[in-house]
């Protein structure tokens, strides 16, 4: 009697299924979107606070910014500056009590620069419910030991949503640019 075999199934890959490399400088070696993604989660405390309870806006900003820096950091393996930071909105207030998670990802690279995205959420840890307070965009430049601008490795897409994320990270810096120029 022949041994059961199952024939192999045919898995229909994404347009990004097959990774790609994009920006940066092609002769640094390549580095996933995931490799520098992280989490920093702080809980907000009342010397954070105005006098209604809500979490000042320049402290999110602040902890914005190092998420974002500490993301760009990771992928350059270098030192990075904040260049530019698109307009932050808020949604939603942040009280006191709350831990507020910074999620900060890699969208798109260019020859110095790095494109972080930063999405902040507010968890009430008794409830657990959970609030997308903001989100922001942040370029920041790699600089080397003598605080030059430096190449930066490219970003391996493998997948649609990074795909996605790198061609609107791209259009914003195109946007970021003309804007520069015309001022």
Do not use: C
């Not at 959970?130 to 490219?154: E, F, M, R």
């Amino acid at each position: 009697m022949k041994p059961k075999t199952t024939p192999p199934t045919k898995t229909r890959k994404s347009k990004a299924a097959s990774a790609r490399t994009m920006g940066g400088n092609p002769g640094l070696p390549a580095k996933r979107v995931s490799d520098s993604q992280l989490r920093l989660s702080l809980p907000m405390n009342p010397d954070m606070a105005n006098a209604v309870g809500n979490i000042h806006g320049g402290i999110i900003m602040k902890l914005v910014d190092e998420a974002g820096g500490f993301a760009a950091m990771k992928h350059a393996r270098n030192v990075t500056v904040t260049v530019a930071m698109d307009s932050m909105t808020f949604l939603s207030p942040i009280k006191i009590g709350s831990l507020v998670s910074f999620q900060a990802s890699v969208n798109w690279v260019g020859r110095t620069s790095i494109e972080v995205g930063i999405r902040v959420e507010a968890e009430n840890v008794l409830t657990g419910q959970v609030t997308h307070t903001n989100s922001a965009y942040l370029v920041y430049v790699a600089l080397d030991q003598y605080g030059q601008p430096t190449p930066v490795p490219p970003l391996l897409i493998e997948t649609e949503q990074e795909l996605r994320r790198w061609h609107e990270g791209a259009e914003r810096q195109a946007h970021r640019l003309k804007r520069a120029k015309a001022k």
